[in-house]
């Protein structure tokens, strides 16, 4: 099962901010998800092949013609933080 620390820690990741009954709920609903991937992790899948999508679909793209820029301000306006009009995330060591 898990815990309400881990699903915490997912939901930070996300930057998702969840209300305590809705970590209850994600909670749960993970825990259906690692129960099926659990139960697939059952089958014998030797001889099937990968596949990205079960059905044959096509993709349908837009055509690919230039548009005006997105203004600086617009795009950082749901940044969580910026720096001198840039973006600003977390050192990688």
Partial sequence: MISEEQVRHVA???????S???VA?????LD???ESIEKIQELDLE???P???PLRL??????????PELD???ALSAAPETSDDLFSVPRID
Avoid: H, S, Y
Wanted: no cysteine.
């Fill in 51 to 53: 596949t990205a999508n």
């Fill in 20 to 22: 305590d009954e809705e």
């Fill in 58 to 67: 096509t993709n349908v793209f837009r055509p690919d013609e230039p548009r």
């Fill in 47 to 49: 001889n099937v092949p």
């Fill in 32 to 34: 259906a998800i690692l």
């Fill in 12 to 18: 930070n990741l996300a930057r998702l901010g969840l």
């Fill in 72 to 74: 600086r301000d617009d």
């Fill in 25 to 29: 709920r994600m909670g749960g609903q």
